[in-house]
């Protein structure tokens, strides 16, 4: 167990809708990321937040969207969806964004989303 | 750029057998090559990570190196065991700029008792 928590586990929706999905991050860890994993593409980061900040972007569609509240945990939001979101979402906590530091990522267990 | 590329795509072996993954990446400023291992259903879970200031890394069954000149680094897994039947992923973070991981495409490991 990695301690990051996502909810709900599954999701299953129509095209067109918007869903919501949750994020815990690890106790004591600042930064959280967002990554799709799919068939075709693999593991592909979307955004990451530190801190209630959004710090990094990645191949995320403009339909999307995502914030970190003041007790940290995340939500990622995803609208007008298409079959093609179809995917496991995972995130991932961090201690901290060190400067020219690294940051060792633990992943959560993953919402599995699938649009009809 | 920040591709990173990981080769087999599949991997069967015998139990006791050892197993060896490589990845390449092309973008020097990377310093951060974490290892993680799928399975079905689950989240990645990190197994081993070494940085760029260490060329040889070791935890029990597992070992991980790096050769910065070559831009490359291995996963090796010793005495296999069904239970290390999974995906594995490699990744590249790096120093400059985001900390998102870029991960491998995954290689997927059998383990035949």
């Known amino acids: 167990d990695s301690g990051v928590t996502q909810t709900p586990k599954h999701l299953i929706t129509a095209t067109g809708q918007r869903v919501t999905l949750r994020c815990s991050p690890r106790s004591g860890d600042l930064s959280v990321y967002w990554y799709q994993q799919s068939l075709d593409q693999g593991l592909q980061f979307l955004i990451q937040?530190?801190?209630?900040?959004?710090?990094a972007k990645g191949n995320i569609l403009e339909r999307f969207s995502a914030q970190q509240f003041p007790d940290l945990h995340s939500e990622l939001n995803l609208s007008s969806l298409e079959l093609g979101d179809s995917a496991l979402y995972f995130c991932?906590?961090?201690?901290?964004?060190?400067?020219?530091?690294?940051?060792?990522?633990?992943f959560g267990p993953g919402t599995r989303l699938t649009v009809l | 750029g920040e591709n990173v590329e990981q080769h087999p795509s599949t991997l069967s072996v015998q139990e006791g057998d050892s197993a060896v993954i490589k990845c390449t990446y092309s973008?020097?400023?990377?310093?951060?090559f974490p290892w993680y291992k799928q399975e079905l259903g689950k989240g990645p879970q990190l197994i081993i990570d070494?940085?760029?200031?260490?060329g040889e890394k070791k935890d029990q069954r597992i070992a991980v190196t790096l050769n910065k000149t070559a831009k490359h680094f291995s996963l090796h897994i010793t005495e296999t065991q069904p239970e290390d039947s999974a995906v594995y992923f490699c990744a590249r973070q790096s120093y400059t700029g985001r900390r998102a991981l870029t991960f491998g495409s995954g290689t997927r490991l059998q383990v035949q008792p």
């Open positions: 991932a906590s961090s201690p901290q964004q060190g400067a020219g530091g690294t940051d060792t990522q633990y």
């Open positions: 973008d020097s400023a990377s310093n951060y």
């Open positions: 937040y530190y801190n209630g900040e959004e710090r």
């Open positions: 070494i940085r760029s200031n260490v």
